[in-house]
């Protein structure tokens, strides 16, 4: 938990700011999803209060016993998460707490913020899977990368997700180190090391840090030359937006002139009018903002779901960045997919929506082997002048890169094999939609030369054009 004390000046009431730093009350939020109604514990709360994150910090929900009162358990559960609150802080501020539907034991927003029995069952889970300290050269600093660093400036945050990788810093009680007297040794180290041109400045939450503080860190990393990017990553735009409404905090990011933001969104219901109107406010102070996700068993484990926060994110112009699957972090297990959940989302997405909105999937190596990309196989064979790539829709293509002749010294074949002789240019699935569009257009593609059903169908000439025009088209337009 962050606390009042931790905080430099007062601030003026949250609605007041808000409306001072740009008058957005006027906006439309960009969201589909509607204001949250907020959980009646809170019903009668003033605007003026719900609208103040220091109101949303000093109310969180912080023990098993408010917990209790909110929400339905088993004796069992109950027994289990009152164990656990020994070793594991928990914090939900009101108004993330009021995204859950409390009568769903498995709502995804509280899978990821209420304790679970299934966290004290062990696995093969580790305290620090990506072995970040062991790349700590300065502590609270990795340097895994050739350009980059990440730096831990806190071990706080406005909520304690189940499944972080930090864990041992952040939920984990008396599991910090505490770091400050490194503050400037972690400056100095990149200050000394002219390869590093990215700075991830996170922790925890470093929206949670003291002004002053968050101000000495962006002042010295906007003051070293060789520093092109400094990216915060947080959370406060999902799970406490209030925070936001601080113009002197916006003001503050906005001065530090490198800042990218980098925000954790997993769920299209956390796409609120509060979290759409923050990005906006940190759009238009200048910040581009990125989007990670988890890919999270129960959470956003499905296409749909999937598909609906990437356009969710879009409409809020926040660009979706990776998703990550699930870290082997203690306690986390019964968060964890199978990489084949996350490609069969992944063949899903590529082709079926936008390419700006779909993120890199990646693995986070054991051993601090950093993240490696997966995605589904569209290169199918290849030969010495061609390759055979499949797209979205199962269409097989023989494309070639260079103007190379095609062998005359060819051997009658069928499959994936023709296209790599050249006999045939490309395999369409039966039942293509995209073709019945054509011919609906009536336009006639000369290419396709056959179903994947019927790859022995007559070859196309090799030297045809790509398309043709029926009279009908011309009459037509
Ligand atoms: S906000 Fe980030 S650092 Fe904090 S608990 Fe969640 S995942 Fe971990």
């Given amino acids: 938990m962050f606390l009042e004390s931790e905080v430099d000046d007062p601030l003026p009431s949250a609605r007041t700011a808000f409306s001072a730093s740009g008058g957005f009350e006027d906006d439309e939020p960009p969201s589909r999803h509607s204001r949250p109604s907020r959980h009646p514990q809170w019903q009668d709360v003033p605007d003026h209060q719900w609208d103040d994150w220091k109101w949303q910090q000093a109310n969180a929900i912080r023990s098993v016993r408010q917990l209790r009162s909110l929400l339905p358990f088993t004796r069992d559960e109950l027994e289990a998460i009152g164990k656990l609150e020994a070793d594991y802080k928990v914090a939900i501020p009101p108004y993330y707490f009021s995204l859950i539907d409390t009568d769903d034991p498995e709502d995804p927003i ?25 790349d700590s050269p300065v502590p609270g600093l990795t340097h895994r990368y050739p350009d980059r660093v990440l730096m831990l400036t806190t071990p706080n945050c406005t909520m304690y997700c189940r499944y972080c990788t930090r864990k041992r810093a952040t939920l984990t009680r008396g599991g ?70 601080d113009p002197e905090l916006l003001q503050l990011l906005e001065s530090a002139e490198k800042v990218y933001i980098q925000t954790h969104f997993n769920h299209p219901r956390e796409i609120t009018p509060e979290a759409a109107r923050v990005c906006k406010s940190l759009l238009r102070h200048g910040m581009m903002i990125n989007n990670h996700s988890v890919l999270l ?69 054991p051993h601090g082997g950093g993240k490696i990309p997966l995605m589904p196989n569209y290169m199918v064979s290849m030969s010495d002048d061609a390759v055979i790539l499949r797209n979205y829709e199962g269409m097989l293509v023989r494309y ?48 396709p030369s056959g179903s994947c059903g019927s790859g022995d169908s007559p070859p196309p000439p090799a030297t045809s054009s790509t398309r043709t025009l029926l009279p009908m088209l011309a009459a037509n337009g």
């Fill in 110 to 134: 509280r899978l990821q913020s209420v304790p679970s029995s299934l966290e004290g069952e062990g696995g093969f889970e580790l305290e620090d899977p990506l072995e970040e300290d062991k």
């Fill in 176 to 245: 910090w180190e505490g770091i400050s007297k490194d503050d400037e040794r972690m400056i100095d180290y990149i200050r000394n090391h002219s390869e590093i041109k990215d700075v991830i400045v996170s922790g925890g939450d470093p929206l949670t840090l003291p002004i002053s503080k968050l101000k000495f860190y962006l002042d010295a990393l906007k003051a070293i030359p060789h520093v092109d990017v400094i990216r915060i990553g947080t959370r406060v735009p999902v799970t406490m937006p209030q925070r936001l409404y």
């Fill in 297 to 365: 068993k129960g959470v956003n484990d499905d296409l749909g779901t999937m598909k609906e926060l990437l356009r969710g994110l879009l409409r809020i112009k926040v660009r979706p960045y990776y998703l990550f699957h699930c870290d082997p972090v203690t306690g986390a297990g019964h968060f964890r997919t199978s990489v084949w959940k996350g490609m069969e989302i992944m063949e899903g997405l590529r082709g079926h929506m936008s390419g700006i909105g779909i993120p890199t999937y990646v693995v986070d190596s």
């Fill in 400 to 447: 070639q890169a260079e103007d190379k002749p095609v062998s005359s010294q060819k051997t009658a074949t069928r499959g994936v094999s023709a296209l790599i002789q050249g006999d045939k240019t490309s395999l369409m699935p039966e039942g293509n939609e995209r073709m019945a569009r054509r011919r609906q257009l009536q336009l006639v593609e000369d290419a």
